[in-house]
């Protein structure tokens, strides 16, 4: 199995229940080895009293594509903290776009950037994630687990 068959399969499983993500509309646009991309729209029942999206549902969307992300190796991972910047608002209407990408990968625990803009290419938010790795234990049973090397 190729190491982005692998991150199909996971981000297949995930999904399955991914309640929350559902529930708010986010779609996974794209997944590969430690990277996935998901979008939400936003909508009149996530705008706050400023009539703005509620930093939240930002925060929301941008860890739901660190979660696809850091679990695409298929071994169960889980957040263990992030930062995030909010740079501009959001309105309602807004296609928002979550990039997560890998900086670091070693041992247990993982390190990922999620870049949120929105359908103008605006920067939205900035977000730093840490992931923690249960170890020996598969998001999706019968697959291999860890990083696959492509075949030749």
Same mark, same amino acid.
């Given at each position: 199995m190729s190491p982005q068959d692998l991150a199909e399969a996971t981000r297949d499983a995930m999904w399955t229940d991914d309640r929350a993500s559902r529930a708010l509309g986010i779609r996974v646009l794209a997944i590969g080895p430690g990277s996935a991309?998901? %979008?939400?729209?936003?909508?009149? +029942?996530? @705008?706050?009293?400023?009539? $703005?999206?509620?930093?939240g549902l930002v925060a929301t969307l941008a860890d739901s594509a660190f979660a696809y992300a850091c679990n695409a190796y298929n071994e169960?991972?889980?957040? %263990?903290?992030?930062?995030?910047? @909010? $740079?501009?608002?959001?309105?309602?209407g807004d296609l @928002?776009?979550?990039?997560? %990408?890998? @900086? %670091?990968?070693?041992?247990?625990?993982?390190?990922? +950037?999620?870049?949120v803009r929105n359908q103008r290419g605006e920067r939205i938010a900035a977000f730093r994630g840490r992931s923690y790795t249960v170890r020996g234990r598969p998001l999706v049973e019968g697959l291999p687990m860890g990083r696959q090397q492509e075949p030749r």
């Open positions: 991309t998901v %979008s939400m729209t936003v909508r009149e +029942d996530m @705008l706050n009293g400023h009539d $703005i999206c509620h930093g169960f991972t889980v957040a %263990s903290g992030f930062d995030m910047n @909010l $740079i501009a608002s959001a309105r309602g @928002l776009t979550a990039q997560a %990408s890998e @900086l %670091s990968r070693a041992g247990r625990t993982g390190v990922y +950037d999620v870049e």
